[in-house]
């Protein structure tokens, strides 16, 4: 019986893979034998959602690191050389004016540009944290494959070098979108890595140096369920579980949690801005973090939607009714109304109209704007796919609002274009397409 490890720090990761059909294949293999690597606080909930005859969990520690550790990982994100990292250094001067901690990042910007140098910390990196507290699971169960489910999580680095210390072959995934010009160099280059389309597999070229013939392209397994129309609530029963009327539209309106704006009130301005058009709205409260609409009562046209909220990414769980329930919001409304998040990405999956809020509640330095978030790599080339609508000033939010509900073929291309960048064919097959090709690479060795 071979073994497959597959990481799950980040509980998203729930539902990213282990709620999809990949996950469903492998577990099916009565000669396959998984172990889900997760933080300690999570392994009870995740032996009781996940755990099987065949299906282990094992909690390990997930410290923040400190001391070298702490200083290694920041140079490996300051030696990411995109757009992003020099509007985050920007906006962090903005905030402590430390003018040399300003100066050495960008310092080790520019040799982060050169890929000789990245290798070479990679290597030494890699030298110093090499994953060794992990050994004695790999002696435990000696895998065969070790599935890293987010090659740019730390922990999921380190035991992904403790694999290809102990010769365990390593396949890892991209998770999200904008991973690869945000987060840090890729730290670990596995033997192989997934990703959901096609821009992200350029970017991991790119940016973490990953060969072209070392990449596979999945799509995003998550939304086979999103996509399948037979999963849906129907609408009279979804409008009215959470309070709307069913024979009316409305919109989906998702704002910023206060872990990027703080003390910028911008979602009640949006409120106000909506509550004129008269049309429903449906405020969804983020996963992580508050917003400013904690404690305020609803204006007379929307309703809060409140899905549960975690402290952190990585105690974050969205089980597969709260997913359900997601993608029912998504795919119910008229149009939604966001901001600098993944939420863009969720409603191109449906093709459904897009506001980006581009706008404060009050003039702000630019650090602490809203405005720093769509200067990011992967939101301008959302802006610049012509595939939303950016509003600078509640005004123009109202009428774009009408423009969409007037008609919503607008933007369609744009929207394509978003979908083909990011969200690969969307055939409804991505979940089995990443399950048959790590079972052809365990089957292969």
Same mark, same amino acid.
């Given at each position: 019986?071979?073994? =497959? #490890?597959?990481?799950?720090?980040?509980?998203?990761?729930?539902?990213?893979?282990?709620?999809?059909?990949?996950?469903?294949?492998?577990?099916?293999?009565?000669?396959?034998?998984?172990?889900?690597?997760?933080?300690?606080?999570?392994?009870?909930?995740?032996?009781?959602?996940?755990?099987?005859?065949?299906? #282990?969990?094992?909690?390990?520690?997930?410290?923040?690191?400190?001391?070298?550790?702490?200083?290694?990982? =920041?140079?490996?994100?300051?030696?990411?050389?995109?757009?992003? $990292?020099?509007?985050?250094? $920007?906006?962090?001067?903005?905030? %402590?004016?430390?003018?040399?901690?300003?100066?050495?990042?960008?310092?080790?910007?520019?040799?982060?540009?050169?890929?000789?140098?990245?290798?070479?910390?990679?290597?030494?990196?890699?030298?110093?944290?090499?994953?060794?507290?992990?050994?004695?699971?790999?002696?435990?169960?000696? !895998?065969?494959?070790? #599935?890293?489910?987010?090659?740019?999580?730390?922990?999921?680095? $380190?035991?992904?070098?403790?694999?290809?210390?102990?010769?365990?072959?390593? @396949?890892?995934?991209?998770?999200?979108?904008?991973? !690869?010009?945000?987060?840090?160099?890729?730290?670990?280059?596995?033997?192989?890595?997934?990703?959901?389309?096609?821009?992200?597999?350029a970017e991991a070229i790119e940016y973490g140096d990953v060969p072209a013939n070392r990449i596979s392209i999945s799509g995003v397994p998550h939304y086979d369920c999103y996509l399948d129309t037979s999963l849906r609530t129907p609408r009279?029963?979804?409008?009215?579980?959470?309070?709307?009327?069913p024979a009316k539209p409305f919109m989906l309106f998702t704002p910023p949690a206060d872990t990027y704006l703080q003390h910028d009130p911008v979602a009640p301005v949006v409120l106000k801005a909506l509550e004129t058009s008269r049309i429903?709205?449906?405020?969804?409260?983020?996963?992580?973090?508050?917003?400013?609409?904690?404690?305020?009562?609803?204006? !007379?046209?929307?309703?809060? %939607?409140?899905?549960?909220?975690? !402290?952190?990414?990585?105690?974050?769980?969205?089980?597969?009714?709260?997913?359900?329930?997601?993608? %029912?919001?998504?795919?119910?409304?008229?149009?939604?109304?966001?901001?600098?998040?993944?939420? =863009? @990405?969720?409603?191109?999956?449906?093709?459904?109209?897009? @506001?980006?809020?581009?706008?404060?509640?009050?003039?702000?330095?630019?650090?602490?704007?809203?405005?720093?978030?769509?200067?990011? %790599?992967?939101?301008?080339?959302i802006i610049e796919s012509r595939g939303v609508r950016f509003a600078r000033t509640p005004e123009e939010l109202s009428r774009m609002a009408k423009l969409y509900l007037d008609d919503s073929t607008l933007d369609k291309i744009g929207r394509?274009? @978003?979908?083909?960048?990011?969200?690969?064919?969307?055939?409804?097959?991505?979940?089995?397409?990443?399950?048959?090709?790590?079972?052809?690479?365990?089957?292969?060795?």
């Amino acid at each position: 019986m071979k073994t =497959v #490890f597959i990481t799950c720090i980040r509980g998203i990761i729930s539902r990213n893979i282990l709620s999809t059909a990949a996950f469903e294949l492998l577990a099916s293999r009565n000669d396959l034998r998984l172990v889900i690597i997760v933080p300690e606080s999570r392994t009870v909930a995740m032996k009781k959602e996940f755990g099987g005859e065949n299906v #282990f969990i094992e909690g390990v520690p997930n410290p923040p690191p400190k001391g070298l550790g702490r200083f290694l990982w =920041v140079l490996a994100t300051n030696l990411l050389a995109t757009r992003t $990292r020099e509007v985050q250094r $920007r906006a962090k001067f903005e905030y %402590d004016k430390n003018l040399f901690d300003y100066l050495a990042s960008r310092l080790v910007g520019f040799i982060g540009r050169f890929r000789a140098l990245r290798r070479l910390f990679r290597l030494l990196y890699g030298l110093f944290d090499s994953g060794s507290e992990f050994d004695n699971l790999f002696k435990r169960y000696q !895998p065969s494959l070790l #599935f890293g489910t987010d090659v740019y999580e730390l922990a999921d680095v $380190r035991i992904m070098r403790a694999a290809r210390r102990l010769g365990v072959t390593t @396949i890892g995934m991209v998770r999200s979108w904008d991973n !690869p010009t945000s987060k840090t160099i890729l730290n670990f280059i596995p033997d192989h890595v997934v990703v959901n389309a096609e821009r992200i597999r350029a970017e991991a070229i790119e940016y973490g140096d990953v060969p072209a013939n070392r990449i596979s392209i999945s799509g995003v397994p998550h939304y086979d369920c999103y996509l399948d129309t037979s999963l849906r609530t129907p609408r009279d029963e979804f409008c009215r579980r959470v309070g709307l009327d069913p024979a009316k539209p409305f919109m989906l309106f998702t704002p910023p949690a206060d872990t990027y704006l703080q003390h910028d009130p911008v979602a009640p301005v949006v409120l106000k801005a909506l509550e004129t058009s008269r049309i429903q709205v449906l405020v969804r409260m983020p996963l992580v973090g508050k917003t400013e609409l904690a404690g305020m009562i609803p204006p !007379p046209n929307a309703v809060f %939607d409140m899905p549960s909220n975690s !402290p952190d990414f990585v105690d974050v769980h969205l089980d597969r009714a709260a997913d359900r329930h997601l993608a %029912d919001s998504i795919y119910h409304s008229a149009l939604v109304i966001t901001w600098a998040s993944t939420m =863009v @990405i969720d409603a191109a999956a449906f093709d459904k109209p897009i @506001i980006l809020v581009g706008f404060d509640a009050s003039p702000r330095p630019y650090g602490r704007s809203i405005q720093q978030y769509y200067d990011y %790599d992967h939101q301008r080339a959302i802006i610049e796919s012509r595939g939303v609508r950016f509003a600078r000033t509640p005004e123009e939010l109202s009428r774009m609002a009408k423009l969409y509900l007037d008609d919503s073929t607008l933007d369609k291309i744009g929207r394509e274009k @978003i979908r083909q960048d990011y969200c690969g064919d969307l055939d409804g097959h991505d979940g089995e397409r990443l399950g048959k090709f790590l079972l052809e690479r365990l089957d292969a060795l």
